[in-house]
């Protein structure tokens, strides 16, 4: 640890304040709280907003994961790690399950969480209704009033135009029949676990926005009677682990086209591969790593 | 100015800081659930948890009202110098609030937050003799099925959550305990 910097780099009076936001993210589940995001080490659109989440949440004791896409071995992922190690002292991880916080960019782990962790989201755009509406003062209005006829209006023209929604990532939903939230860019098929016994925090550093969901909080994809939420999700098995209740990730593997589906979850797919598991194209892991 | 106003702040700002915010964003969370909160020793008689609160979470950009009971002694000097907050006399302008729940009422007082910002409201932190995880059924976001909570009323409690998505939020203290209520929780007595 750098002891040149305080404690998970940022100054008390911004953590101060970052604080304040996420307690009040907390009571009013899905509303975007503005927040004053600082300038971090790195560019925005690098997590710049789950970074400064994570600082004003981490604590000495605490073991971080941070994965981009499910992946732990991403430049993403390794430089935040990195980043808090330097900073905070704190113990890192590439398992799921003894993580006490996990950053994430885009994906959430498949295994499911439990009660003593916090998952910290990375956020682009946090107005699920910004491409509707470009002005904030009108959206700003639109969440006061519960009016996001527009939204449905979205959807619907996505089942007019492809014959069912096409929207397969930052799937609208709605939390506890108030707010819609944009669940960051996560694929579609992760919304049915936002209902989790963790604690949700997210971070949009650009746009200056933290929101929250505690945990057992009421999550609902928007959809229609008729044409209900699917979480969608590849068809196949994973190439190397053979789970098929994962999220994949297509790889093309040749010049003549060959493709291989593998989980996106890098420490899921580790966990099955060393409990024997093994997928259509994958070895056992002893004669992988030799 | 006593002696007393300068001693008892954080001994590591930093980590105190951070370990007290963490169970105070656990509590939030998980509305009923009862934790242990320490790092700051307030004049008497504000409870420990209190004082660790403020400490953790008040600067200069947080106007606080404390109770009558609370701000003749030393207190409002004490968080003076060590948070630099600003302590108001009135209710509508405070961020934060501590006191005696008779005291603090009647919370309509204080701000609920407007429609477009309803997180621009204030935090009560509501100074108890002892917290029990008995008392009224919670039910809400942070609630798996339901919990229970020792409160010192319930109308109020309840009124305040028919706000949503405007209202307060309440931190219970009790010596080094803390709970909290946040304006989601559906109460039944």
Redesign the interface.
């Known amino acids: 640890m750098n002891t040149e910097y305080n404690f998970a780099y940022l100054d008390e009076q911004t953590k101060r304040m970052i604080r304040r936001a996420l307690l009040k993210g907390v009571a009013i589940p899905g509303y975007q709280v503005p927040f004053a995001s600082r300038e971090m080490p790195m560019p925005y659109g690098w997590g710049t907003g789950g970074v400064q989440v994570t600082a004003a949440c981490l604590v000495p004791d605490d073991i971080l994961k941070v994965i981009d896409q499910g992946a732990d071995d991403t430049t993403n992922a390794v430089s935040i790690r990195k980043f808090f190690e330097k900073t905070g002292g704190v113990k890192v991880t590439e398992e799921t399950a003894k993580a006490t916080v996990i950053q994430t960019r885009h994906r959430i782990p498949e295994a499911a969480l439990t009660e003593g962790q916090i998952l910290v989201y990375q956020v682009p755009i946090p107005e699920p209704l910004r491409f509707l509406e470009p002005s904030e003062v009108e959206t700003r209005k639109m969440h006061a009033l519960e009016e996001y006829g527009l939204m449905h209006v979205k959807l619907y023209e996505d089942i007019a135009r492809h014959g069912h929604i096409a929207t397969s990532y930052a799937y609208p939903v709605k939390i506890e029949g108030r707010y819609v939230m944009d669940p960051s860019p996560i694929p579609k098929f992760d919304n049915p676990k936002m209902e989790m016994a963790a604690l949700q925090l997210f971070g949009a550093g650009r746009e200056q926005r933290i929101y929250a969901l505690p945990p057992y909080t009421q999550v609902v994809s928007l959809d229609f009677e008729d044409y209900p939420f699917e979480k969608g999700g590849a068809q196949q098995a994973c190439g190397l682990c053979a789970a098929e209740d994962a999220y994949l990730d297509e790889v093309i593997m040749d010049d003549a086209g060959t493709r291989m589906f593998v989980c996106s979850d890098t420490d899921y797919c580790r966990v099955r591969r060393e409990a024997g598991h093994i997928g259509e194209m994958g070895v056992p892991l002893a004669e992988d790593a030799a | 100015m006593n002696t007393h106003s300068l001693t008892g702040g954080f001994e590591n700002?930093?980590?105190a800081?951070?370990?007290a915010?963490?169970v105070?964003?656990?509590v939030?969370?998980?509305p009923g659930k009862i934790a242990e909160i320490t790092g700051g020793t307030p004049p008497a008689p504000m409870s420990s948890a209190a004082g660790t609160l403020l400490l953790?979470?008040?600067?200069p950009?947080?106007p606080v009202w404390l109770a009558p009971s609370l701000s003749g002694s030393d207190i409002a000097d004490w968080l003076r110098f060590h948070t630099g907050a600003p302590v108001v006399e009135n209710r509508h302008a405070a961020?934060f609030a501590v006191g005696a729940w008779a005291e603090l009422l009647p919370i309509s007082d204080f701000a609920i937050g407007?429609?477009?910002?309803?997180?621009r409201?204030a935090?009560l932190i509501v100074e108890m003799e002892t917290l029990e995880p008995s008392g009224a059924i919670l039910r809400?976001?942070?609630?798996?099925s339901t919990a229970a909570l020792g409160l010192p009323a319930l109308t109020e409690f309840q009124n305040n959550a028919a706000l949503?998505?405007l209202g307060l939020?309440f931190f219970l203290t009790a010596g080094s305990q803390i709970a909290a209520l946040?304006?989601?929780t559906k109460l039944e007595g």
């Open positions: 700002a930093s980590h800081s951070a370990n915010f963490r105070a964003l656990d939030m969370a998980r953790t979470l008040c600067d950009a947080t961020m407007t429609p477009e910002y309803p997180d409201s935090t809400g976001p942070g609630i798996k949503f998505p939020d946040p304006r989601t």
